[in-house]
């Protein structure tokens, strides 16, 4: 009777597991397992692709980190983003936030190209993203989580959406906060996801405004530390250079680690919004010791804060479609 029981017991544990992996939708379930059978190989080509291209260039990873973040928060993760212009398509690749910056679509083509080539019209581009993204973080030394699976994509773009909905470099701590929780993420979401900036570039033009004083209160921005800011002015100047790149965490900026936070605790984020989180909150400065003293509290949270800002409003069931060609809907 007392094996019987256990018996019982252990499945009852295993009915549960997939609950516990999966995350309710406004019309379905995302799960892990969702292409275990339609497609068993799809997460292998998706990180075979993914470390071809970030061994080609490894600034890859956070520009494909970056696209995924990108897509969630507008209309929610539908690779939106994805779409040219055509029909009475604009794509959000001409928004201000996405513009001469957005990159790796080429990259999601490829893949997009390989999982078509095993299983024909059965994997989004949306999961592509989503699993894409992970892979990133892994190639570049980064946490790995299970991708909860099952998104499909959508038939439209918002330009508008783009334009308002992604946090600026340059908005303020309260309005970069409200657009997360707009999403339904938090604080804590907030400052963990900004640690993706430990790899990848910024442009010249994004944070240009910090080291000449363009914000017109006449002062210098002491958040930013002036030696740093000094460097930063030689390959960034008053006007022109808009294009140059510069490394958003210059201690080790293709490794994936908490290096980022501790460069805010010198006053040395590259970004308004790096720096915003030691400066003006105090539950977010909190956060930033917290994850610049312990690498491992900040992976963790990293990878629940991904699976979060993944589950933003996803198409399922019968939304939506999966696209043949990540470019354009279907029929086009």
């Known amino acids: ?65 970056r696209l995924h973040f990108h897509d969630c928060f507008v209309k929610g993760c539908d690779a939106s983003i994805l779409l040219d212009s055509s029909g009475g398509i604009i794509s959000e690749k001409n928004s201000v936030p996405n513009r001469n910056s957005a990159r790796g679509f080429e990259v999601i083509d490829d893949i997009k190209s390989a999982v078509e080539k095993e299983c ?60 997360f929780k707009l999403h339904g993420l938090n604080i804590v979401d907030l400052v ?18 910090r080291l000449y004083n363009q914000s017109g209160n006449g002062r210098p921005d002491y958040s930013l530390d002036q030696s740093y800011a000094a460097q ?48 003006k909150n105090q539950a977010s400065m909190d956060l930033v010791k917290q994850y610049a003293a312990n690498n491992k509290i900040f992976f963790e949270q990293f990878a629940q804060s991904m699976i979060k800002m993944a589950n933003i409003s996803p198409l399922t069931g019968s939304r939506g479609e999966i696209r043949k060609n990540c470019r354009r809907v279907n029929g086009h």
């Not at 993204?133 to 892994?138: E, I, T």
């Not at 991708?147 to 992604?166: E, K, T």
């Not at 790149?245 to 201690?251: E, G, Q, S």
């Open 232 to 279: 930063l002015r030689t390959r960034c100047p008053r006007s022109g250079g808009d294009q140059n790149l510069f490394f958003l965490d210059f201690v080790s900026p293709t490794k994936f680690d908490n290096s980022y936070f501790k460069n805010i605790l010198a006053s040395k984020g590259l970004l308004s919004s790096d720096q915003l989180l030691f400066t």
């Open 1 to 65: 009777m007392a094996r019987f029981m256990s018996f019982l017991l252990a499945l009852s544990l295993l009915a549960f597991v997939p609950l516990c992996l999966s995350h309710k939708t406004n019309g379905g379930y995302l799960y892990p397992q969702f292409y275990d059978h339609s497609c068993p190989k799809a997460q292998q080509i998706v990180k075979s692709v993914m470390a071809k291209a970030v061994a080609r260039e490894v600034r890859m990873a956070a520009s494909i980190m």
């Open 192 to 209: 963990a996801l900004s640690g993706s900036h430990t790899i990848g570039n910024s442009r010249c033009t994004s944070f240009r405004q």
């Open 120 to 179: 024909p019209h059965t994997v989004s581009c949306s999961d592509i993203l989503a699993i894409a993204a992970r892979d990133s973080s892994v190639l570049t030394g980064g946490p790995s989580w299970e991708v909860p699976l099952g998104r499909r994509d959508s038939r439209g773009a918002s330009l508008s959406g783009s334009n308002n909905n992604i946090p600026a470099p340059n908005n303020t701590f309260q309005t970069i906060l409200t657009k």
